[in-house]
């Protein structure tokens, strides 16, 4: 009997510029035969790594990028995972993978991370390599386009972390809540007066807590992006006394300890009561120059961060912090990722959002 013929995914060339290339445009400038382009992005390790490298600078020359479209069967399994994470250092995406690799490692998988340094090419470039080798995709709050993301779905079983995608199964943090917890526990140490140290612009994260600052001090906001959470409304005599607080905003240039560290600086220009921080890293690095300069806190000014990672405990005088339960955020996300490949579950029709929790340190502790 004879034997069906065995369909590989078979890789396209997508423009930049508008318009598709073929895998002949990119055999040309590379010096190879077309087959060659096409194992390349379809079946990577029948091919060299010298002849791959040569192929996918060619490709990045043209301005293109491969999408491999699957037809037929798919690849056999490889019993991994990929993790997409914008910025390794930061303890926040040590959480999530230790969430993840423990949910993987329970079904005999493994996690293969790629460190994308906030980076949208290096992104799309991590992904592009990551299709042929994993059976399914994290992102973990990639800066991709919302447009770029679903056609991977298309192409591989994918879930977001902490960022919805429409039509993309994803898991998030409550940050509209948390945010909204900061406020009520800064109010009640007398604080009139509150700076967000905002994080990226594409972040929706970062939106989120902002809309959720605005709402606790009554403030309308000029965009409003759905925080898929259900809120308890305050009780009256708590958000009357949250009125009196004014709040501003400050964007920081980057969202590390050095961006928190800047921040400062600016933030002394105009002084605020207290500091709503992106993340930890942000709130570390604005304590730092804190006591740098001899402002007290939290008695000139009280700090609170976002994540509660390891950190924060060991940093006097203790940071006050928005915990997420990032260790469950990567194990949940990957659980729903496994059961997509295994065909078990649906995608969700709408986010996954775990609950956030306020720790209380002495960064903002002012009244006994």
């Known amino acids: 009997m004879a034997s069906q013929p065995t369909h590989?995914?078979?890789?396209?060339?997508?423009?930049?510029m508008g318009k598709d290339a073929t895998i002949y445009d990119v055999a040309t400038l590379a010096g190879v035969s077309p087959s060659t382009v096409s194992r390349t992005f379809s079946r990577p390790d029948r091919v060299s790594f010298r002849t791959a490298e040569k192929i996918r600078a060619a490709a990045e020359e043209l301005g293109y990028r491969a999408e491999v479209e699957t037809r037929g069967s798919t690849k056999p399994p490889s019993h991994s995972l990929g993790l997409v994470v914008a910025d390794i250092t930061n303890p926040f995406f040590q959480e999530v993978f230790r969430g993840t690799e423990h949910a993987a490692r329970m079904e005999g998988m493994l996690v293969t991370v790629a460190d994308t340094h906030e980076s949208v090419p290096r992104a799309r470039a991590a992904v592009d390599r990551m299709l042929p080798i994993v059976d399914g995709l994290l992102l973990a709050s990639t800066r991709l386009a919302n447009g770029?993301?679903?056609?991977?779905?298309?192409t591989i079983p994918t879930v977001s972390l902490n960022r919805p995608v429409p039509g993309v199964p994803s898991v998030l943090v409550d940050n509209y809540?948390?945010?909204?917890?900061?406020?009520?526990?800064?109010?009640?140490q007398g604080v009139r007066s509150i700076t967000y140290l905002a994080g990226p612009h594409d972040s929706w994260a970062d939106a989120t807590r902002w809309r959720g600052l605005l709402d606790a001090v009554g403030t309308p906001a000029e965009t409003a992006p759905d925080t898929f959470t259900r809120s308890t409304a305050l009780p009256a005599s708590e958000a009357r006394r949250l009125r009196r607080i004014s709040v501003r905003q400050l964007r920081v240039d980057q969202p590390t300890m050095l961006g928190g560290r800047r921040a400062f600086e600016a933030w002394r220009t105009d002084p605020t009561d207290a500091v709503l921080c992106f993340n930890d890293l942000v709130a570390i690095g604005f304590l730092d120059q804190a006591h740098r300069e001899g402002v007290s806190v939290p008695d000139d000014v009280a700090v609170v961060g976002f994540d509660n990672t390891e950190i924060t405990a060991l940093i006097p005088p203790g940071l006050t912090t928005v915990a997420g339960p990032l260790h469950t955020v990567g194990r949940v996300a990957a659980a729903n990722l496994m059961a997509l490949i295994h065909g078990i579950k649906a995608p969700l029709a709408r986010p996954r959002v775990l609950p956030t929790r306020l720790i209380v340190r002495g960064s903002s502790r002012r009244l006994s």
């Open 8 to 16: 590989r995914p078979v890789p396209r060339i997508v423009g930049g």
């Open 148 to 154: 770029e993301i679903q056609k991977i779905a298309r």
């Open 177 to 188: 809540e948390g945010a909204i917890k900061a406020a009520v526990h800064l109010e009640s």
